[in-house]
């Protein structure tokens, strides 16, 4: 620790950084079997109407459950992937367990409602995704409006114009696209003109950072409007409390995911879920 000595800052400082990277390099070798070893679970967090309170469609996030380490945080390991590019191997995984799942739910007549994917950016940059997406669901035969795809603003960067071509025909195809975690990036505007987006979800720390100041509070009124006048829908990202809830509602947000609602859950816990909840019809 840092005991008014530079030298001892400096190893503190070292201890620190080496800590990260031996836990970075520990995560990068364990990752190779976690897949064949079925250790990455999903987990669906359900997304509900503002108004009716019923449930509109969940988002899958991926869960990492290691033998040794225990539970790992996609916020810790999907940014390591996203540096080795395993990440694109993980996202394949995760869709394709996904499609298995609504495919299961069609037949069972369990529900029929949109289910969220992921996207990384690294994802965004591979030409040959839009024809990964749609043989995934040719191959589970599963109709094309109960995937829908989550893709984040930071992919939007440098080399946007081949993104924006590979999105549009993702577009194209019929899947309908979600930009997530909307107000933490710069690109905010341009982006909403040159993808074909359907819905967007309003980051939580823009939520969280806004409500409490008057200003704030006409700031998410204005993103909210803004989105309605480009004909798009809202979706609020965690919403935790029941002000929070009708705060939106009143500004005219249409859905909100957040713990106030329910937690991320997995399977069998979402379809109990499924059979207790009212189901609306779907976006
Ligand atoms: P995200 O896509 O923005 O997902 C929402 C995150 O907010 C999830 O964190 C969720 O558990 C959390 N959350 C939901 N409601 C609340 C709430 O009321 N309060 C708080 N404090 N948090 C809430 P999670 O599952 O830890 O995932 C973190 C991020 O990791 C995700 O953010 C997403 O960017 C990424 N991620 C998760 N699964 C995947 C995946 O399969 N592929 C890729 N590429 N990224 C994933
Ligand atoms: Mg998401
Ligand atoms: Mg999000
Ligand atoms: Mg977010």
New binding site residues.
């Given amino acids: 620790t840092y005991e008014g000595n530079y030298d001892s800052f400096i190893t503190y400082y070292d201890d620190s950084i080496r800590e990260k990277l031996l836990r970075e390099h520990m995560i990068t070798n364990a990752m190779k079997r976690a897949v064949d070893e079925k250790q990455f679970v999903i987990y669906y ?1 359900p997304k509900f109407d503002l108004n009716s309170e019923c449930v509109i469609g969940a ?4 869960r990492w459950k290691h033998p040794e380490f225990g539970f790992l ?3 810790e390991f ?1 940014p390591i992937f996203e540096k080795n590019g395993f ?1 694109s191997e ?2 394949y995984y ?1 869709w394709d367990c996904v499609c298995q799942k609504i495919a299961s739910w069609v037949e069972t007549g369990h529900s029929l409602m949109p289910i969220s ?4 950016r690294v994802d965004l940059y591979n030409p040959k995704l839009p024809q990964l997406l749609f043989d995934l669901i040719n191959k589970y035969k599963i109709p094309i409006q109960y995937l829908h795809l ?1 893709i ?1 603003e930071s992919a939007y960067t440098d080399n946007a114009k081949q993104m924006i071509d590979i999105v549009n025909e993702i577009r194209k195809i019929g899947f309908v696209i979600e930009m ?2 909307f107000g933490t990036g710069y690109s905010s505007l341009n982006m909403l003109s040159d993808l074909p987006i359907e819905i967007l979800k309003l980051d ?1 720390s823009f939520l969280r950072n806004n409500v409490g100041r008057s200003s704030g509070r006409s700031v998410i009124q204005f993103v909210i409007n803004l989105a309605k006048w480009l004909g798009l829908f809202v979706v609020a ?4 409390t029941q002000e929070q809830a009708i705060f939106l509602r009143n500004m005219g947000c249409d859905y909100a ?4 609602y329910s937690k ?1 859950v997995d399977d069998s816990d979402f379809e109990k879920l499924l059979l207790e909840t009212h189901l609306c019809v779907m976006i």
């Fill in positions: 967090q988002e899958a996030l991926v945080s996609p916020g999907i990440i993980l996202d995760v994917v992921n996207v990384s989550e984040t997530d975690d939580m990202e965690g919403v935790e995911q957040g713990y106030y991320p």
